[in-house]
Structure formats: structure tokens, C-alpha cells
């Protein structure tokens, strides 16, 4: 299926999330002058419009980018979290927010190397004009009109042994669940010092799907090493305990090696995030 643009999503409290992470593991892995190499399996266009129709349509950017943008300047924002905000106000002061693939073009340097991949026809190539005129210091960026899973396995493990991946599909299909679990096994297994990043989505229908998936990754993790670092941190804007929960509430990122603090760092942003617009969702 191929109907999903993230254009109607861009800014919602999930990209907060996700994003928050991906910042956190970029700035761990250039603390270090060594190259490295990022994958994003599920690229979309990179670089979204605020005031485009569709994202006004649904509004979600109004309530959690844009909030917390304010509740940024606040003395009990956790530091990291004000940083990443900080880098996002160069975008959302021009009404733009910048998706994955941007950020590490941002984030990374002239040694390190980008690796991209999209199926969406019309997303592909919205991804190709916005990575157009690269500035001195960008990473190499290859980008692959392909499916991702199969990307990924190919592709790994990379020349510059480090490395990180950003696998965060729509999961519109019930497929993506399953290859979501196998993809990251596979790859995990002969790329095991790369840093792994899965975003999956908190569906009350799906709860059974989502932990078979986790479990199955952790566990084989694990067999593999049984000190692995692994995070796994959740935003519910909803409380799950509630009767008639919406389709959606909340997300979490699952990270294998974890850089150190990331646990702490991402589980004290998401409850500040929590707090600050959970109430904007509870009085729909």
C-alpha cells in the first residue's frame, strides 16, 4: 500500500518523539571524528510544508510542535530536549518541519554517509529536490527509489562499520509488523554494533502485534548479546487506561545499543512533552 504521506502527521507528538531520538543518537555518534553511516528506511519527502492544505487539514502540528515549542523556554525543559527544539525552530520559523532524512543531512558531516529509501512515487521525488544543493560538509547521500526492508538488508553492514538506522513505517499494513521484527533480526545479527532505532505506533487493536514484535526483537537481541543497552521509550498523549481510546494514542521508540543516556534523556522529554499537551487531546 502506498496511499500514506506523512505530510497530514508532519509535527504531531509522534515526530517529537522519534525525532527527539534520532537527535539524541546523531549528536552521540559525531562526538566522534571516525565516518559513519545512517539508513532511513522509510524516507518520505524530507522537508514539510506547515501551511500546506493537508497539514492545516488535520492540524496535528498545532497541537505539539508548535506548543512545545513554547513550553521549550521553560526552566524544567530537560536540556536535551531544549536543544533539539532549538535546532527545530531554524525550520518552524520559516513554517516548515524538517523529517528525517533532513535532520541527519543537517546533523551529519562531509565524511559520513546518508543512505535513503522511499517507494511513494510522489514522495521519492519531493526527497530528491529537497536533498538537491547539497552545502559544503554534507554527508554523501544515496538515495534509493526501493523498497526498504529489502534496502536494508542489503546494504548492511556498512564500510564504516559504525552506524545507525531509522526504520519508522506506516504500518498500514499488518505485514510491516512481521517484517519490521525479521528485518531488524537479520540485520542485528551481522551488524550487531549498529545502533537499530524502530518508531511504532500505540494502537489499542494492535497491542498484541506490537508486543510480538518487541519481543521478538529483544529476545534475539539478546541471545546475541546478553549486556546489550537497549531503550524503549513511550509518549501516550492519551491515557491507555481509558475506555474508547482513539486509534492512535501515543507511540514509542525502541532502540537497540543505545548510546549512553539516551534512556534517561528520552524517558524525561516524553513526560515533559506528556504534560504539556496531553490536556490538548483529552478535551476532544
Known sequence: MLSYQHIFHAGNHADLLKHFVLYQVLC??????????????????????????????????KKAVFPILAAGVKENCPPPLRAFLDFLRDYTSRNFYPGSPEIARAMMRAQDFLVLSERHPQ???????????????????????????EMLRALTPPATSRGAVLIDPSYEETSDYVDASRTI???H????????????????HRS???SAMLGEICGEARSQNANIEISDTRLE?????????????GSGMLVLNSPWGLREAAGQSAEFIRNEISGLFQSE
Open 123 to 149: 514522495e521519492i521525488e519531493a526527497l530528491r529536490e529537497n536533498m538537491r544543493g547539497q552545502k559544503t560538509g554534507s554527508p554523501s547521500i544515496q538515495i534509493h527509489y526501493r523498497d526498504g526492508w
Open 28 to 61: 552521540s555518534l559525531n562526538k566522534k571524528d571516525k565516518p559513519y553511516t545512517f539508513f532511513d528506511t522509510h524516507s518520505g519527502s524530507a522537508l514539510y510544508d506547515l501551511l500546506d492544505g493537508r497539514s492545516l487539514k488535520t492540524g496535528e502540528a
Open 189 to 204: 545479527k551481522k551488524w550487531s554494533n549498529g545502533i537499530i532505532m524502530l518508531w511504532y505506533p500505540l494502537l489499542a
Open 208 to 210: 498484541s502485534d506490537i
Open 185 to 187: 533480526c537479520a540485520v
Open 237 to 249: 498523549v492519551y491515557d491507555s487506561r481509558e475506555k474508547n481510546l482513539p486509534r492512535l494514542y
